[in-house]
C-alpha cells in the first residue's frame, strides 16, 4: 500500500514556476515508478512525467519537454515536479500516481498505476 499526498499548486503567472511535492508514506514507494498527471476540465487524465523506482530514467509529455524535470527521493519518500515557464494551458488539477509493478520503468497510462494522490489544483493566469 501507498499513500500519496501532492503539494505545492496554487496560482501564477504565465511564465511562471512551481514545484509540485508528492509526499508517500507506505514501504513500497522506493521501489515503484512514479508518475505525475493532469487533467483539465472536460478532458482525460493525461501523463505529464514518469520516473522509474531508481530515477534513471524518465519520460516527458511534449507539451511540457523543456520546462518542467520530475525527480525523486527515495530517502525522503517524495517526488517532485518543477514547473518553469508556466503556460495558460498548464491549468489543470495535477496527480501523482504510484506503479502496480516492481521496480518498473516509467508508465505512460494512468491504467499502469495502483495509487493516486488526492491532486493539487496548478491555475496559471495570462
Known amino acids: 500500500q501507498v499513500q500519496l499526498v501532492e503539494s505545492g499548486g496554487g496560482l501564477v503567472q504565465a511564465g511562471g514556476s512551481l514545484r509540485l511535492s508528492c509526499a508517500a508514506s507506505?514501504?513500497?514507494?522506493?521501489?515503484?515508478?512514479m508518475g505525475w498527471f493532469r487533467q483539465a476540465p472536460g478532458k482525460e487524465r493525461d501523463v505529464v512525467a514518469a520516473?522509474?523506482?531508481?530515477?534513471?530514467?524518465?519520460y516527458y509529455a511534449d507539451s511540457v519537454k523543456g520546462r518542467f524535470t520530475i525527480s525523486r527521493d527515495n530517502a525522503k519518500n517524495t517526488m517532485y515536479l518543477q514547473m518553469n515557464s508556466l503556460r495558460p494551458e498548464d491549468t489543470a488539477v495535477y496527480y501523482c500516481?504510484?506503479?502496480?509493478?516492481?521496480?518498473?520503468?516509467?508508465?505512460?497510462?494512468?491504467?499502469?498505476?495502483?495509487?493516486w494522490g488526492q491532486g493539487t489544483q496548478v491555475t496559471v493566469s495570462s
Open positions: 500516481a504510484a506503479a502496480k509493478y516492481y521496480r518498473g520503468t516509467y508508465y505512460t497510462s494512468p491504467g499502469e498505476y495502483a495509487y
Open positions: 507506505g514501504r513500497t514507494f522506493s521501489s515503484s515508478a
Open positions: 520516473i522509474s523506482w531508481s530515477g534513471g530514467n524518465t
